[in-house]
T-cell receptor
Framework: AQTVTQSQPEMSVQEAETVTLSCTYD???????LFWYKQPPSRQMILVIR??????QNATENRFSVNFQKAAKSFSLKISDSQLGDAAMYFC??????????????FGTGTLLAVQP | NAGVTQTPKFQVLKTGQSMTLQCAQD?????MYWYRQDPGMGLRLIYY???????DKGEVPNGYNVSRLNKREFSLRLESAAPSQTSVYFC????????????FGPGTRLTVL
């Protein structure tokens, strides 16, 4: 069975600095999708970024980028120029590529990010 | 653009009471999901529906039932609530396909006393 591990329960970063959140996963599949979701105090789950395993290029969305290491099964999230609004719980998630009824997400336990002014 | 909506936002029940959590999406998605979120455990899948008229169990289905009323709506029912069902419940939806992304509702915080 696939598993997702986030080993950092809490992280802190100074405003305008860069922080990296770690995520590792275990799967026997060769093709899959990886996601980072942000959950602010409002509880809303917001998609931050996604990565397809078959793509070698790391995904980037504005200040958010990933370091995808397929062989190491590692998927870290880098937040550059951190802002106060980035403070939230961040979840790493995995999904098989098959779609349909198997399209369920497997989540890590989350990393709570604090941003210090 | 409403996306995925859930009602109610908060609910307090007594042990043994029943209730239904409602979820609706306006994105014409085929697939819908119910997750629960507990402290330190991330989100876990309760039930999902790949299309209208079909439902399947997820990781933690015990104590729950679901109904896919139509393409837009997917409800979660607790027949006899237990304190172990105190949690935050999220509904999500996605289109059917290998590249689809799940979009989440705002969640329902349920407390069972």
């Amino acid at each position: 069975a696939q598993t997702v591990t986030q080993s950092q329960p809490e992280m802190s970063v100074q405003e305008a600095e860069t922080v990296t959140l770690s995520c590792t996963y275990d799967t026997s599949e060769s093709d899959y999708y990886l996601f980072w979701y942000k959950q602010p105090p409002s509880r809303q789950m917001i998609l931050v970024i996604r990565q397809e395993a078959y793509k070698q290029q790391n995904a980037t969305e504005n200040r958010f980028s990933v370091n995808f290491q397929k062989a190491a099964k590692s998927f870290s999230l880098k937040i550059s120029d951190s802002q106060l609004g980035d403070a939230a719980m961040y979840f790493c998630a995995y999904r098989t590529p098959y779609g349909g009824a198997t399209n369920k997400l497997i989540f890590g336990t989350g990393t709570l990010l604090a941003v210090q002014p | 653009n409403a996306g995925v909506t859930q009602t109610p936002k908060f609910q307090v029940l007594k042990t043994g009471q029943s209730m239904t959590l409602q979820c609706a999406q306006d994105m014409n998605h085929n697939s819908m999901y119910w997750y629960r979120q507990d402290p330190g455990m991330g989100l876990r899948l309760i039930y999902y529906s790949a299309s209208e008229g079909t439902t399947d169990k997820g990781e933690v289905p015990n104590g729950y039932n679901v109904s896919r009323l139509n393409k837009r709506e997917f409800s979660l029912r607790l027949e006899s609530a237990a304190p172990s069902q105190t949690s935050v419940y999220f509904c999500a939806s996605s289109s059917t396909g290998s590249t689809d992304t799940q979009y989440f509702g705002p969640g329902t915080r349920l407390t069972v006393l």
